[in-house]
């Protein structure tokens, strides 16, 4: 399928702004498609406009501020206070 599929708008807009499951709840409301048709046809929307969506790269706000690296050096630096105290005393 090397054709762009087209979509009704409101169905466009729902994908994305990330709400896959409305967009495919509006597509079989709007032309009466079962539910793997439905979903099919959004998969195969996101998936021909990944690329052109290159500004938001993840879709959770922590991913790329580095959250995991802060909790991770909290909990060592916990661990070694812990330590610390109770050996130190």
């Known amino acids: 399928m090397n054709s762009m599929i087209e979509l009704e708008a409101e169905v466009i807009a729902a994908i994305e702004s990330g709400k896959k499951i409305d967009a495919i709840k509006k597509l079989r409301e709007i032309r009466g498609l079962g539910l793997k048709e439905a979903k099919e046809l959004v998969d195969l929307y996101s998936s021909q406009n990944r690329t052109q969506d290159s500004s938001s790269t993840s879709s959770h706000p ?17 661990a070694i206070c812990y330590f610390v105290y109770k050996f130190a005393l």
């Open 62 to 78: 922590d991913a790329s501020s580095g959250a995991g690296a802060k909790i991770g050096f909290i909990m060592v630096f916990g």
